[in-house]
């Protein structure tokens, strides 16, 4: 049985395979990067709970992170589509179908990185802000 974090992790990494990049979740950057991009889900950080008795309740503002990546000519609007493409999948259900009481993604912080022998890359992690409450702690 999957505890709640993870069963809110792999609903936010399913919903990123859907986007036409590559979604993938814990895994370390490829040799190549897809045409349409990259992304990676990192589980990142539930961090410590707010607590409410009667009834009793931990709410989570858990931090993961979407590294994404993009490599060829048109690197900067590739980028760009795909970080608007993150925001508008979060923006469409931001409960993740009831399972989170509100998502929501911050601008990401892109750098470009040089490839020596091949196009840059820019990349970028996208913060998301998964908000949950339980009924016990993680």
Known sequence: MLTPRETILSELHARLSALPATALRGEVLPERVPAAGLLILRDGEPGEPEVTLSPLRYHYQHRAEIEAVVQGADR???????????????????????????????????????????????????????????SHTL
Not at 85 to 96: M, N, P
Not at 106 to 125: W, Y
């Open 76 to 134: 900067d609007t590739t980028f760009d589509t795909l970080c608007a493409s993150i925001g508008a999948t979060i923006a469409a259900d931001r409960t993740l179908g009831g399972l989170c009481d509100w998502v929501e993604a911050e601008a990401p912080r892109p750098v470009d990185l040089p490839v020596e022998g091949a196009a840059s890359l820019k990349a970028g992690i996208v913060p998301v802000v998964l908000h949950y409450t339980l």
